[in-house]
């Protein structure tokens, strides 16, 4: 089982995008090395691909805040390598991230914990942490 960083935060959005195409900020917040985030897009847009889906990457900068609501990202992802959140036990998803929602249940912005991923990696080496 090979797990992307990215595909289980994109994974609910593809009935409504699919045979679209959506833009997707990912904010290195952690500062990863590049061939880590690379490669984790790579697993996304593998998978989306498969379902007719397209993901335009883009690293974060001005068009997050954009006034222009057509110049911003469909998705903001924010890559941290540490931070953990309480978890029920070692492989519990929760601890991987979370998802962000407005008062009227949308969201757009999810933060993944890299640190919690490498651990659940180091557990089942069969998956990677990217």
Not at 28 to 40: F, K, Q, S, Y
Not at 45 to 72: H, K, L, N
Request: hydrophobic share 45%; proline share 3%; aromatic share 8%.
């Amino acid at each position: 089982m090979k797990s992307g960083l990215l595909i289980s935060v994109l994974f609910s959005t593809t009935v409504a995008f699919a045979g679209e195409r959506m833009s997707v900020a990912v904010c290195n917040i952690g500062d990863l090395p590049a061939t880590v985030i690379e490669h984790a897009e790579a697993e996304a847009t593998y998978v989306f691909q498969s379902m007719g889906v397209e993901i335009q990457w883009t690293s974060c900068g001005a068009e997050v805040d954009a006034a222009d609501a057509r110049m911003r990202p469909d998705f903001i992802v924010r890559v941290r390598v540490g931070g953990h959140i309480a978890k029920a036990g070692p492989t519990s998803l929760e601890a991987m991230g979370r998802a962000f929602m407005n008062v009227d249940g949308a969201g757009n912005m999810a933060d993944v914990y890299y640190g919690a991923i490498q651990e659940l990696s180091h557990l089942y080496p069969v998956a990677g942490a990217d």
